[in-house]
């Protein structure tokens, strides 16, 4: 369990770090048949900002070209020529070409050949393109890495970029899973172009590009796999994995499941909030005005907000009672009763309010008082609250698991089954996939899921701990943007959740082991900058 407020170590760069990745930058070609979308004319404010920094000279040279794939789709008969940047077959060059080129064709005397388009197969598809002679083309591309008029630029993944008149257009060969996204998001025919709006190219690329940063942070760090899922603000979930699972298959996002420890804890502060909202609970009043808590000292000058934000000075059993480490030496069942003699048994840490001190205590006794007004395991109330309503299909509080009866689809750690998580229901027992909780933090800080008051109290600071609300960790990047979520440490599993409101992405990623903090550093670093380099405004 995680017990510190920021051990998830530098979530936040301020750049992209130039990894040496296989990526492969498409822009779409304007004009094309079959209905072509918007993707190279004037850009939205985003798209705007994106071929700005794309300009930035300084940018330029931080990152040798990525070679071009060699499978990109090319005219019927055509294949993709990494020297010359473009689609041949031997006799010709098919476009479309740069703006620096075809101007330069004009004054070499080319005439209207010089931008008169054609219609061509492309993988099945008609596309409207140039077509040179080869030794014409080669001849007025240019010496340097790039074909004239373009740039290798280290924003653009070390892609050849040219910016006519603030519209930034990559040039580039481009493998089929880049394409089939272009497909998914509505590029059309354009997708089979070499030569995309960079706007579309970030937004189909960022799979692509999250997998291999993912990767390249991943490789030789010996942890056996990770699951990270975006939710964006323009193209719903967006996961990249490494590693494997126990069946030896590929992590996938979508079903592999993990534990998610602490990060529980803002899953129990939302139902508490939307009880709070309902009139159910008041999170201002005592917790003795909805139940008695036997033997727990203090609990009449106990509210339920200090619960939520850690002032209440519950004891911290999960660490500090011996009694409880002493039983995980063999597999067992934990039942309230025995979570409040440990409790009890280490004692309080201080008086209600009057100081700030992390405690799975209490919120053990929040899962408590939730059954108390609900009337139903807390198990139920989170299908009930929360993951029925949000469609959180493969998200659950694990109180059933053991070693003789596993979670078929979770990536087991080393200790996945050391004990039982009955002992961590509402602080720590959440079972779930990296999509599920992406969206379950989007919908929170986010969506309507909770009122704007809700949300605001959640996220605001506690009087004892400015860094903490009401089950939420307050984030701040290195630039100094404020961030909210959770991490979580428990049984050999990792995990950070958080939303980013001035990117308005939801962020979870999870790992079957503990790291050591360089690679969880690289790991986070590798996840934020491919997000910041996408969305910061």
């Not at 850009?43 to 070209?65: F, H, T």
């Not at 992590?251 to 998610?260: I, K, M």
């Not at 999509?435 to 899921?449: E, I, L, P, W």
């Amino acid at each position: 369990m995680n017990h510190t407020l920021t051990p998830v170590r530098s979530l936040v760069r301020t750049t992209l770090a130039p990894f040496a990745l296989s990526l492969v930058l498409v822009l779409v070609l304007t004009g094309c048949g079959g209905g072509t979308p918007e993707l190279a004319t004037q850009p939205a404010p985003k798209a705007q900002a994106q071929a700005q920094a794309l300009q930035a000279p300084q940018a330029q040279a931080l990152v040798a070209v990525v070679p071009n794939s060699t499978s990109a789709p090319c005219p019927a008969g055509a294949s993709f020529d990494t020297a010359l940047g473009f689609c041949a077959d031997g006799s010709n060059a098919y476009g479309p070409f740069t703006q620096a080129m075809t101007d330069a064709c004009r004054t070499n005397g080319g005439g209207p050949a010089c931008t008169t388009v054609n219609p061509y197969l492309v993988a099945g598809k008609t596309l409207s393109l140039q077509r040179w002679s080869y030794a014409f083309a080669k001849g007025l591309r240019g010496t340097a890495t790039c074909p004239r008029g373009a740039l290798a630029n280290a924003r653009a993944d070390g892609r050849c970029v040219e910016t006519i008149a603030g519209v930034a257009n990559v040039y580039s060969g481009f493998p089929t899973n880049i394409v089939d996204r272009c497909v998914t998001l509505g590029g059309g025919n354009a997708c089979y172009s070499t030569r995309w709006g960079a706007n579309f190219y970030f937004r189909a690329s960022l799979q692509h590009r999250l997998q291999n940063n993912l990767t390249a942070a991943w490789n030789g760090s010996g942890v056996p796999s990770v699951s990270v899922t975006l939710s964006t603000p323009d193209q719903g979930s967006v996961s990249a994995t490494t590693g494997i699972n126990a069946a030896g298959n590929r992590v996938d996002a979508n079903v592999g499941q993990y534990r998610w420890a602490s990060v529980t804890k803002n899953f129990t502060a939302a139902i508490l909030m939307r009880l709070h909202e309902t009139g159910r609970i008041n999170i201002d009043h005592g917790i003795n005005q909805y139940m008695q808590v036997p033997g727990l000292a203090n609990q009449g000058s106990i509210s339920i907000r200090e619960l939520l934000n850690h002032s209440a000075g519950v004891g911290n059993y999960l660490d500090s009672s011996n009694s409880f480490l002493n039983s995980t030496n063999s597999w067992r069942l934990y039942s309230n009763s025995d979570i409040l003699r440990y409790i009890n048994e280490v004692g309080p840490s201080f008086f209600p309010g009057s100081a700030y001190k992390y405690s799975n205590g209490g919120f053990a006794v929040l899962g408590m008082l939730i059954e108390k007004v609900e009337g139903m395991p807390i198990e139920s109330v989170f299908a009930q609250w929360l993951t029925t309503p949000m469609g959180l299909n493969n998200t659950f509080l694990d109180v059933a698991s053991s070693p003789t009866n596993k979670i078929p689809n979770l990536v087991e750690s080393a200790r996945a089954y050391a004990y039982s998580t009955t002992s961590v229901k509402a602080d720590g027992a959440l079972v779930s996939t990296s999509v599920d909780v992406a969206k379950y933090m989007r919908a929170v800080f986010s969506g309507n899921f909770l009122s704007a008051t809700s949300k605001a109290a959640m996220r605001a600071p506690s009087l004892r701990n400015s860094r903490y609300g009401l089950g939420t960790i307050r984030f701040t990047s290195d630039a100094g943007d404020l961030y909210y979520g959770h991490t979580g440490t428990l049984l050999n599993y990792k995990s950070v959740a958080y939303y980013v409101p001035n990117m308005d992405v939801a962020v979870a990623l999870s790992m079957n082991t503990y790291p050591s903090n360089a690679v969880l550093d690289r790991i986070e670093a590798a996840v934020y900058d491919t997000m910041q380099a996408q969305y910061k405004p």
